[in-house]
């Protein structure tokens, strides 16, 4: 069982609210990343970070916003929520040094904005 | 646009039989293939993972096939269980920067009858 652990696991929020969801590892990764995943299964990186201070975009833009001020914790916050950000959001660690390495995922957080 | 293209969306499999899933990528910079399992309410597990210097690598019931010439690969479960009913995503690793990111195909719904 992975060590990465996502709160909360399902959250209804109205338009406009300001939310952060929370992803914490206690492996020691350097490598976190956000997915989103909609409805049809399929995953899109939108943010990941190599280590502490560092945060990128990913591949799908998202209004979405990420801090990575400690190694174990990579939260993603939304200033205002929409209807369109309604998604699971799954957090995904792995190792930072050596060969390509298993990536580990959290539970993910099923958030629904009405 | 869409790196990695993941086939069938979904299959139904008789227990005992042989599910095959297939994925296509497009780019030749990419250095570790895994195929991760998800569970309804879980986050992805990887599951079997194979590099591009081999053609095909067996777990137990489950095997990667590699083709780099048509960049494509597959998996195949053996005997399929009803306990094997899950989402299976492909991805494919891009070295990026100062580490690497995955990127999933758009993942099959399996349901394997008794």
């Known amino acids: 069982e992975a060590d990465i652990y996502q709160t909360p696991r399902y959250l209804v929020i109205g338009t406009g609210k300001k939310i952060t969801l929370e992803c914490s590892q206690t492996m020691g990764h350097d490598k976190m990343y956000w997915y989103q995943q909609d409805p049809g299964m399929e995953l899109h990186l939108i943010h990941y970070s190599y280590g502490v201070n560092s945060t990128e975009k990913g591949d799908l833009s998202s209004e979405s916003t990420v801090s990575r001020i400690r190694t174990e914790h990579f939260p993603l916050t939304l200033e205002s929520a929409r209807p369109s950000h309604t998604s699971q959001y799954l957090c995904a660690s792995r190792p930072g040094t050596g060969a390509v390495t298993e990536a580990f995922f959290g539970q993910g957080t099923r958030l629904t904005v009405v | 646009q869409q790196q990695v293209k993941q086939s069938p969306q979904s299959l139904i499999v008789q227990k005992g039989g042989i599910s095959i899933i297939n994925c296509a990528y497009e780019?030749?910079?990419?250095?570790?293939f895994p195929w991760y399992q998800q569970f309804p309410g879980k986050g992805p597990a990887l599951l079997i993972a194979?590099?591009?210097?081999?053609s095909e690598k067996k777990e137990g019931r489950f095997t990667i096939s590699f083709n780099k010439s048509a960049k494509q690969f597959s998996l195949h479960i053996m005997d399929s269980q009803p306990g094997d009913s899950a989402t299976y995503f492909c991805a494919v690793h891009k070295v990026y920067n100062q580490g690497g990111k995955l990127i999933f195909g758009q993942g099959t719904e399996l349901s394997v009858k008794p």
């Open positions: 780019n030749t910079a990419f250095d570790y």
């Open positions: 194979i590099r591009p210097d081999v």
